[in-house]
């Protein structure tokens, strides 16, 4: 299959401007500005079905028409605060076809009237920050960026800004408090940022992925998109495959690809041609599926199909958990990094990301009785729906399933009494 | 006062946001700071703080909330090792305990010679290149992937070498 995202494997030189103009690139962004009103823009990328791939799956044109436009100005904030664990297709979409994600991120400013745009990346991406300050300057000196672009009447502007080391920062409104130079502590919404963003003036934020599939959209129109993938997921997703498989790394497919042909027949199978015993589909915020049925590796992968199985797709970040794996270990290292990373606002997730490390880990440690394996459950389950933002609630679900499918592994680690 | 030690730097930070977000200026100023010593002190939070028309505790409170800030002189280098989830399925904890061996210091703590501070992170956009690190200096930070014990103890060496 040709790759639609990360098309730097066809083509390695499509870093280099010359060569993504040579393969069609910026073509769409002028066309737009040129041609098209900003509402017109908006409309093919509803009708495309495209869904925000930072893992919430929210119709990417339906957040760009809720943009308020009676406050101005408005900003679009690119978010690749790239964090979760088991999630690094953002980092290889900006390194090998930055020019495309940037034009995506240029056409999505052009269609909601923004004349700034930041990328907000995480700030281990310190290089790849560089890098793309690079590719911006030859945009500008291309005449692809700056004011009254190609003759008309708008401007645009874009900046990068390296956030420094807090997962949280991936969540919307904690990255634009991290942006105003704040700690990243999500806001209480509503308001949503269409509404009240950056600066609180009116804010579109999606992720990098989102934003590097839309110039093939435009190019090729919504019916093209749509004629891949599902009814539930059109197009394509880059799938983030970690964990014991023999060969992890980011595969492109298009929704609907079957778990088996993602572990199988890209990933090279288990290691050690071990069992597939759990797998966790969005990283370490997922239900841990158990995979106690071989057939169960034939669901399709997209939203829908997923959720049937009592978890979530998420970024798709598909984490391999063998059968050499015990699951005290496992929620152990979730949850401690749940822990490590609550941003401390909230009372709920503040105090049961902390008690439940302690839990997981005397748990263990083989110091827990059975009691503490009941008082793990009832912590995680009197956190859900209480806490500010998704991350508290994203640390329990691992605990919850992981005790609901594999209660023998903690009943066999902790003390008779 | 890194206005007067890096004003082109300054300059252009400050140019990248409108006039009612100018404190969005403060984590890249922070970074600036950060650049020689490896560690933001005081003095430069009260230049920063002044700069930004912003207090010394808002200032302090940012520094506090984000790990890639530093409070404290340590090691030249910091390798900060993932250590999460999916590392760890790759065999990320035990490349950290080899390493603890071979520089024999805990996680955490410092070389005597001061070269290297060993840190256990979390996730860092690599999972598939386990076992990883990334390496903080001045010269900002560097990722080393797909990483062995002895790849590792070469690059110690390098390192010790611009250190003494």
Known sequence: ?417 | MLSKKYPKEVKHILSKYPPEGKRSALMPLLFLAQREEGYINKAAMQDIAEMLDITETEVAGVVGFYTLYHEEKEGKYRIQVCTDLPCALRGADKFMDDLCGNLGIKVGETTPDGAITLEAVTCLAACDKAPMFQLQGSQGIKYHENMTVEKTMELVEELRKNTA
């Open chain 1, 1 to 417: 299959m040709t790759h639609i995202l990360l098309r730097h494997r066809e083509i390695p030189d499509i870093n280099q401007l010359p060569v993504y103009k040579k393969s069609g690139g910026l073509a769409a962004f002028k066309n737009a500005v040129t041609k098209m009103k900003p509402t017109e823009v908006t409309d093919v990328v509803k009708n495309s079905g495209l869904r925000g791939r930072g893992g919430a799956g929210f119709p990417t044109g339906m957040k760009w028409s809720f943009i308020d436009n009676k406050n101005w100005p408005h900003y679009v904030v690119a978010n690749a605060d790239e964090s979760e664990p088991g999630t690094f297709k953002d980092r290889e979409i900006m390194e090998g076809n930055p020019f495309q994600f940037l034009e995506g991120l240029m056409i999505g400013s052009y269609a909601v009237g923004a004349n700034a745009a930041y990328i907000y990346l995480r700030g281990e991406f310190w290089e790849l920050a560089a890098a793309l300050d690079e590719k911006i300057a030859e945009l500008e000196e291309d005449g692809y960026l700056g004011d009254k672009l190609f003759g008309t009447d708008y401007s645009l502007r874009l900046y990068t800004h390296l956030g420094a080391g807090a997962y949280i920062c991936g969540e919307e409104t904690a990255l634009l408090e991290s942006l105003e130079g704040k700690r990243g502590q999500p806001r209480v919404r509503p308001p949503f940022p269409p509404s009240v963003g950056l600066y609180n003036k009116p804010t579109i934020i999606n992720n990098v992925e989102t934003f590097a599939n839309v110039p093939m959209i435009m190019a090729n129109g919504a019916d093209w998109y749509k004629s891949m993938g599902t009814a539930d997921a059109p197009g394509v997703k880059i799938f983030s495959l970690s964990g014991r498989v023999r060969k992890p790394g980011n595969y492109e497919l298009p929704f609907g690809t079957t778990f088996r042909d993602l572990i199988y027949k890209h990933g090279g199978g288990v290691q050690d041609s071990r069992k597939v015993r759990a797998i966790m589909p969005a990283g370490a915020s997922s239900s841990l599926i158990l995979v106690h049925d071989d057939n169960l590796l034939d669901t399709p992968m997209d939203y829908l199909e997923v959720r049937k199985l009592k978890s979530e797709l998420g970024s798709a970040s598909v984490i391999i958990v063998d059968d050499t794996v015990s699951m005290d270990w496992l929620l152990n290292k979730t949850v401690h990094f749940f822990q490590h990373e609550s941003c401390g606002k909230c009372t709920p997730c503040r105090e049961g990301t902390y008690w439940m490390s302690h839990l997981t880990e005397r748990i263990h440690g083989g110091q827990a009785v059975k009691a503490d394996v009941d008082l793990l459950l009832k912590v995680a389950k009197q956190m859900q729906g209480k806490c500010l933002c998704a991350l508290g609630e994203f640390s329990t679900m691992a605990v919850v399933s992981g005790l609901e499918h594999f209660r023998e592994d903690f009943d066999n680690v902790v003390k008779a009494s």
